[in-house]
């Protein structure tokens, strides 16, 4: 298996309390990782440590991140114990990543979509995140591909977000997730304000397309029906502390 996010031995911390220790997340190349677990144990924050978006104070107090298909660099060197100006510079060095080898699927994607620009545009702006360019005049010849790929008309391009249905929404924005060839999608509740039968269908398109870019997918969910039913590995969190993460 290829490995293409290794997090190892994570621990957060804030004022009150411990929020999140000793978590260790390994995602792989066309393979999906659930991560899983209450309100409180720590989900949001181990997702966006994956990412190197770290917040809290004091913050991170161990562990470490690595993305193999890039590099043997443990982002979390000179981090660990720093304080937030050592995540301020987390934050700025991993923005290059953001969107490009990591990339964000997130819920209730209605109100997550620029409401300003158009479906394409959104995903236009995706597709230039690619670390092999598009070049100009393949990019709607892609965007119809990819609106094609989550089940979406090709008229959806020029339409925005207020003008098309949760579920729509919710494809629009794996369409955009999925637009920059990640190495690892991450798809932070995909199910959120979808009927059961639409939340079925949203999930399994997830792992479809994802499979078929062979990206690994690290999926933060509360059900459990969806996690046994899609999950190559699974990580259950506990709350670590009374003031723990969301």
Known sequence: MSSVLELRGLAIRAPKGVLVNGVDVSVYAGQVTALC???GAGKSLT??????VLDVVPGLFGGSLRFPALSSRDWFEGVVGKG???QAALLRETESLRGG??????????????PGRTIGRQVEMALARRETPVAKADVGAHIRELLDEVGLQP???SSLPGELSGGMCQRAALAIA????PRVLLADEPETGLDPVLR???VELLVEVGKAHNSGILLISHHEDTVERIAD??????????????
Do not use: F
């Open 155 to 157: 008229y959806v391009a």
């Open 37 to 39: 677990g209450p309100s």
């Open 233 to 246: 590995h699974v990580l259950r969190l506990t709350p670590v502390d009374s003031g723990g993460g969301a």
């Open 101 to 114: 080898y990591l990339s964000y699927s997130p819920q209730a994607a209605s109100s997550a979509l620029n």
């Open 200 to 202: 079925r269908q949203i």
């Open 47 to 52: 997702a966006r440590a994956c990412m190197g």
């Open 84 to 86: 937030r100006h050592a």
């Open 178 to 181: 999925i637009a920059p060839d």
